[in-house]
């Protein structure tokens, strides 16, 4: 059973579409994180939700409490933005729940 | 300051070998975390300290893992003996809070392979 599912898997772009990827979970949650794993294997945090929306330059997650699932959207996507983006879920207590990752490959 | 320092960052040893990760947090960090990520299971909490205290260990595979932080500065991770499904990479994490990954800063990584 795995608590937090993403979607797609595996996602392919052309330079400047709209990208959004998925994560839906099914436990009750204090906080969202959305990751990003860059080819050469480091992660680096993009954001910690618990409610509404957040932006970052051409980044914007949202979350849906009620529905459980948050949405990662990356506007005029460049292929720099190739990488794995990874959901993770934090209910009360310090339990973590990763996502398997969407692979994300933007072609110039 | 220099981040997350692992070691080695790449380790391949044979199947029953002692292994031995290695992670030095950033100065001033209260958590350390140690993580496992594989292409089946994605990424996985194996343990977290709080200053030097192992807190939740739960996450361990099972007793041929272990892990230490014998000061602020350093922690390890131990496999014995190594089996080729422990192969993975372990990454180390810290943060001031114990909050979830996003207020983590990661390591590069230790990109183990048993034969």
């Known amino acids: 059973k795995n608590e937090v599912e993403q979607s797609p898997q595996n996602l392919t772009a052309q330079e400047g579409e709209f990208i959004t990827i998925n994560c839906s979970y099914s436990?009750?949650?204090?906080?969202l994180h959305w990751l990003q794993q860059h080819p050469g294997g480091g992660i680096v945090s993009l954001f910690m939700?618990?409610?509404g929306k957040k932006k970052h330059g051409r980044l914007i997650a949202t979350i849906n409490i009620q529905e459980k699932h948050s949405s990662l959207h990356i506007t005029a996507s460049h292929p720099r933005d190739s990488a794995v983006y990874i959901c993770a879920v934090n209910p009360t207590g310090n339990q973590f729940y990763f996502g398997t990752g969407t692979s994300l490959t933007v072609i110039p | 300051d220099a981040g997350v320092i692992q070691s080695p960052r790449h380790e391949v040893t044979e199947m029953g070998q002692e292994v031995t990760l290695r992670c030095k947090p950033i100065s001033g960090h209260d958590y350390l975390f140690w993580y496992r990520q594989t292409m089946m299971r994605g990424l996985e909490l194996l343990i977290y300290?709080?200053?030097?205290?192992?807190?939740?260990d739960s996450g361990m595979p099972e007793d041929r893992f272990s892990a230490k932080m014998p000061n602020a500065s350093f922690s390890t991770l131990k496999i014995q003996p190594s089996e080729p499904r422990d192969s993975a990479v372990y990454f180390c994490a810290s943060s001031r809070l114990a909050g979830g990954p996003g207020e983590q800063y990661f390591g590069p990584g230790t990109r183990l392979t048993v034969t």
């Open positions: 939700l618990s409610s």
């Open positions: 300290f709080n200053n030097n205290v192992p807190i939740d």
């Open positions: 436990v009750g949650i204090s906080a």
